[in-house]
């Protein structure tokens, strides 16, 4: 249903409220540099520190600005479930396609639990699901069988994996045998995943870099391997860079570097500090991103 490069997208902030111009601007130019989706409200998106009101306002702003040039897959995430069921519920009442939702956090629930989440989000609600695995913050694990159990319900069309486990990956497909799509949340594999079968990525790195990005997508998606392990390599040390410490704050700042939008987090998230962000300016200045003078 979705493919290539669909990108994470931060929230600018500016004193305390979501910054709407930046966020437009930032979903225009993705759309200029041929992204095939977006992802607002998710993690990348300190969707966390949103409150639901600003979560499903900034999904409206998506929906709405976007108009349906690419498709927008509303972050609806929640560790409790009636709240999964009203964000989704909120996305598709806003004309999302799809929406993503987290496996919950910080309730650790069996694998059953998991499956009955994400099964009540998608009986309750008939809109195109994406689940999520991402363990480092779930503390939790998507067993490949409980993924495959998932892919059966009609509306679950596709799994964001960020364990970057080839193994499970493989896995998890067999146990999903062409039910749903996976896409990468992993940026430095994306080339490996997408050999091994997956249709795409949901990007930190692509809110910097877009263009690299979906051109590492689309030259897997055509074959074209030599072109892929290109981009590839070169957008290895800005992946890192990216991970550095918690998603977003090292995105948020080269954001910020690139004149985009402020420095602004929410807290518990800080800023980076300063050796870090002259480490990541230097970073951006070799992969061709940063003018040649000092940041702010």
Known sequence: M??????????????????????????????????DGVVPAGTT??????????????????????RGRVPVIAGAGSNSTAEAIELTQAAKDASADAALLISPYYNKPSQEGIYQHYKAVADAVHLPIVVYNVPGRTASNMLPETVGRLSHIVNIVGIKDATADMAQFGRTMNACDGR?????????????????????VISVVSNIAPEA????????????????????????????????????????AACAMLGWMGWELRLPLTPLEPAECDSLFAQLKASGLAPERAYP
């Not at 998106?45 to 600005?65: F, N, Y």
Request: aromatic share 6%; proline share 4%.
């Open 2 to 35: 979705f493919h290539g490069t669909m990108t994470a997208l931060v929230t600018p902030f500016r004193d305390g409220a979501i910054d709407e111009d930046a966020f437009r601007a930032h979903l225009d130019r993705q759309i200029e540099a041929g992204v």
């Open 45 to 66: 998106g300190e969707a966390a520190t949103l409150s639901h009101d600003e979560q499903k306002h900034l999904i409206r702003i998506a929906v709405e600005h976007v």
């Open 180 to 200: 749903i799509e996976f896409y990468s949340g992993d940026d430095a594999t994306v080339m490996p995943f997408m050999a091994s079968g997956g249709a795409g």
């Open 213 to 252: 990005m979906t051109a590492l997508t689309a030259a897997m998606r055509s074959g074209d391997l030599d072109t892929a392990c290109r981009q590839h390599l070169e957008l290895l040390p800005l992946s890192d860079a990216m991970f550095t410490c918690s998603n977003p704050i090292p995105v948020k």
